[in-house]
């Protein structure tokens, strides 16, 4: 079983950044994707960006491209999503997701951080 927790998120203005972080129990996520998702209101939920954990490879939907940096820490066994340049259309509910053996399947969320971009 991974639990993961999500922490960092908060209310910024238009242009401000935020730095989410992810904690994750498991000692070693070899072979494993981790991502943060997103859900507006009245919105699906969105994938954001993903990271493989071996090679730190790296995917972003196009929307936040040059504003938002995922990445990992080894020795802390946390992800984190580095946010600048925030926009309104930013405020969601973020979300850590973990994805074993590369299976196609996230199998396993945290409970999501509300982050706010005010105009």
């Known amino acids: 079983q991974v639990q993961l927790v999500e922490s960092g998120g908060g209310l910024v203005q238009a242009g401000g950044s935020l730095r989410l972080s992810c904690a994750a129990s498991?000692?070693?996520?070899?072979?494993?994707?981790m991502a943060w998702f997103r859900r507006a209101p009245g919105k699906e939920r969105e994938f954001v960006a993903s990271?493989?954990?071996?090679?730190?490879?790296?995917n972003y939907v196009d929307s936040v491209k040059g504003r938002f940096t995922i990445s990992r820490d080894f020795a802390k066994n946390t992800v984190t999503l580095q946010m600048n340049s925030l926009k309104p259309e930013d405020t969601a509910v973020y979300y850590c997701?973990?994805?074993?053996?590369?299976?196609?399947?996230?199998?396993?969320w945290g409970q999501g951080t509300q982050v706010t971009v005010s105009s």
């Open positions: 990271i493989t954990w071996n090679l730190g490879t790296t």
């Open positions: 498991r000692r070693s996520f070899d072979r494993y994707r």
């Open positions: 997701a973990a994805q074993p053996n590369y299976n196609g399947r996230y199998d396993y």
